[in-house]
């Protein structure tokens, strides 16, 4: 495998373990500083604007730098506030360091995309995205549960100084096995003319709603899987592990499949295979056997969208391709905020922890919808 690759794939676990583990060690966090568990959950939104906020800006001023270069700086930004966040004596620190860590996250997804299929032998690029986001998926398999319990049984900030450590080793890997790539990049406004399409915005909207399936589920599955399958809270790690590993799995499986026949015709496939897997979530949901099952197989198949995704965003944008990308990754974590938020929507309505996923059902079948309409454009 290209040394480059595990390069980035070393960042992308990096930026997996500082975004979820947050989600582990939250009343930790709480109880440290003695605030309320909603106030803590600031630093989970803070890390989202940040995203929102990073991806564009920092690509658009950085097109004109090499892409090592500008990869190298943004783990720099990534060592420096995740190691501030560490050891912020006060909240407001925390808050501050917490959205300027997210700043890279978009930025470096987006520049790393164009770098992995330039590092790609012809017709394999796809899959050289998926072993980029293969950090990703292991930060949830591995990284996270690992944060968690030291989090849980030491300090959060031992945790968060390992990820800030981790940034640091990305750094290294990246001037050590990285190949200068010149930039391809258009100036400011030229990338932004890509916006001007219809097209462009049509591509958010399947990533910001179609995803928002996978994220109606995720977000709810704990209370799901003791509430409605019964499993004793012991279990919820085990659960979780089987999500992870089925994300490794589902995130090379959609790489090849996108090589295999093109990224949009993959995308359709991958979020109508999600709505029918959510809708099999809900109906087994009772059954207790049936918790680990669908947790391991709606794992492969929500995370097999990533990279064909990724690859639907750099074809289209020629001349602005790690802008789009980018703004991708923005869109990716729209797709989390929505679908948290209308997959919560029946639980405050009085209605079971099950479904959470009929709203996923929905979500991901908009996004076939919207990726159809994209594919006929394309045709057109």
């Keep these: 495998m290209n040394k ?54 920092l690509v658009l001023f950085s097109g004109k730098y090499p892409p090592k270069t500008v990869l190298m700086v943004l783990m720099l930004v990534f060592f420096v506030f995740n190691g501030l966040f560490a050891i912020a004596p006060g909240f407001f620190l925390l808050e501050v360091s917490r959205f300027a860590s997210g700043l890279p996250h978009g930025a470096f997804f987006g520049v790393g995309s164009v770098v992995a299929t330039n590092l790609a032998k012809k017709g394999k690029e796809a899959q050289a995205i998926a072993t980029m986001f293969t ?60 916006f001007k399409k219809g097209r462009s915005w049509l591509l958010i909207a399947i990533i910001s709603i179609g995803t928002g399936g996978l994220f109606a589920w995720i977000s709810y599955i704990a209370p799901m899987v003791t509430n409605v399958s019964g499993l004793p809270e012991g279990r919820v790690p085990i659960i979780m592990v089987l999500v992870g590993l089925g994300m490794v799995i589902g995130n090379l499986l959609g790489g090849k499949l996108a090589d295999a026949v093109n ?12 709505a029918i897997c959510l809708v099999a979530v809900h109906f087994t949901a009772e059954i207790e056997w049936m918790a680990y099952v669908m947790a391991f197989i709606t794992g492969v198949i929500s995370f097999s969208a990533g990279s064909p995704i990724q690859m639907m965003l750099i074809r289209d944008a020629k001349g602005a391709e790690t802008f789009a990308a980018s703004a991708g990754q923005a869109s990716f974590n729209m797709g989390n905020t929505l679908g948290a938020y209308f997959g919560g929507i029946p639980i405050t309505m009085g209605f079971a922890y099950d479904t959470p996923v009929l709203v996923g059902v929905g979500m991901a079948a908009i996004g076939v919808m919207l990726t ?4 006929r454009t394309q045709r057109k």
């Excluded at 989600?23 to 939104?45: R, T, V, Y």
């Excluded at 990224?263 to 999600?274: D, E, G, H, N, V």
């Design 4 to 57: 480059g690759l595990i390069a980035l794939a070393f960042g992308g676990m990096a930026i997996g373990m500082t975004e979820f583990t947050m989600m582990g060690i939250l009343p930790d966090i709480a109880k440290d500083l003695e605030i309320e568990i909603p106030k803590a959950a600031h630093l989970i939104a803070l890390y989202a604007l940040g995203v929102v906020v990073g991806a564009p800006t």
């Design 135 to 194: 950090g990703m998926t292991l930060a949830n398999l591995i990284g996270v549960p690992l944060g968690t319990y030291i989090g849980h049984h030491y300090s959060w900030r031992i945790t968060y100084g390992i990820i800030a450590f981790l940034g640091l080793v990305t750094f290294a890997a990246l001037w050590l096995w990285l190949p200068v790539i010149k930039s391809s990049n258009r100036n400011l406004f030229g990338q932004l003319k890509y």
């Design 263 to 274: 990224p949009t015709k993959a995308t359709i496939i991958c979020f109508s295979s999600m």
């Design 372 to 375: 159809v309409a994209f594919l």
